[in-house]
């Protein structure tokens, strides 16, 4: 395996993703959106998740492709950009058809982050049109770490971030993580500038800093945090995949947080992945490819929520550090 060409979710070819920000507030929205429908599943394991449409999801439900996913901050308020993206995408006439309507179908996942210093005194709900700006910002280019969902994250220690990253599998497949990172747990290790995914970096993309040393008896505090987390995540990957085969991939994928967040997929964080698979691919062995899909998901999602801490930049009024002034 070894990093696609951009290192980037949208190294998956047919997707795109779009971010939009507000400073002053510190949240924003992260849209994935493909050239065409695509198959979708999801996994939640954290005890407190905030979601739009993930029952849709199940194998035995109707719809089984969707037009596009969405990151927010904003908690139960970023729901709403979903919307904008809906709206948006019906006036492009997109959508599940209806008889002569088409109703396109954007499952979502929000994170808090309302009390990171922003000024949260908005008049009108700000989100749907976040989410209408981060899909029209959609491209296979994008930018890490305090832009879009990850623009007010935070994790235990550090600020948070928009993070991604890719592989290619020698059988060609194509997977890649996107993932907003703001957790209850430390994504680096003690007090150092470590991070709990070295062992998975490729090419010093998280800075090269290596393991550091770690307490084993040292219990988590996350007390004076609790309500203010959730990591959200999507995989992508070029594999033809059933609804049932992506949803095991998003299972899988959980092994990434837990590899990279300590603590990870506590009841105070709303830990949840979505898999998007375009099916451009037919999988060479579908038992032991899938497998290999699995590792690598995991391995890419580790990869990018480092990326995303690593990638944070510093803004008046902040809560917590960014990795780059507390380590550099």
């Known amino acids: 395996m070894k990093p696609g060409a951009n290192n980037l979710i949208t190294d998956v070819a047919g997707l795109r993703v779009g971010n939009a920000e507000d400073h002053t507030i510190k949240t924003g929205a992260t849209v994935l959106v493909g050239d065409a429908p695509f198959t979708t599943a999801v996994h939640v394991m954290g005890g407190a998740p905030g979601t739009r449409e993930t029952d849709l999801l199940a194998p035995d439900k109707l719809v089984q492709q969707v037009d596009a996913l969405v990151l927010s901050g904003g908690s139960a308020f970023g729901l709403d950009a979903a919307s904008g993206v809906a709206d948006a995408l019906r006036a492009e006439g997109r959508g599940f058809q209806v008889g002569d309507q088409r109703v396109p179908i954007v499952p979502g996942a929000i994170l808090f982050d309302l009390l990171n210093g922003g000024d949260k005194g908005w008049a009108e709900n700000p989100y749907k049109a976040l989410g209408r700006v981060a899909l029209a ?102 594999a033809d995949l059933t ?27 709303g830990d949840l992945i979505f898999v998007a698979a375009t099916g451009a691919k037919p999988l060479p062995d579908p038992g032991f490819d899938a497998l290999r899909l699995g590792h690598a998901a995991a391995t890419c999602l580790a990869r990018a929520i480092a990326r995303g801490v690593y990638a944070a930049s510093p803004a008046e009024g902040d809560t917590l550090p960014c990795w780059a002034n507390a380590f550099e």
């Open 137 to 238: 910002a959609a491209d296979t280019s994008f930018p890490l770490g305090s832009v879009g969902a990850g623009c007010g994250s935070t994790t235990a220690n550090l600020k948070g971030g928009l993070g991604s990253a890719s592989l290619v599998l020698d059988c060609g497949i194509t997977v890649g993580a996107l993932v907003a990172v703001n957790s209850l747990g430390s994504v680096t290790m003690g007090d150092g500038p470590e991070f709990w995914a070295a062992p998975w970096e490729m090419n010093g993309e998280f800075g090269g800093h290596g393991m550091g040393n770690h307490d084993p008896t040292q219990e988590p505090r996350p007390e004076a945090r609790l309500g203010e987390n959730t990591t959200i995540a999507i995989i992508a990957t070029d």
């Open 243 to 269: 609804q049932a085969q992506a949803t095991r991939l998003a299972t899988a994928a959980h092994d990434g947080m837990a590899r990279a967040i300590h603590p990870s997929h506590t009841p105070f964080d």
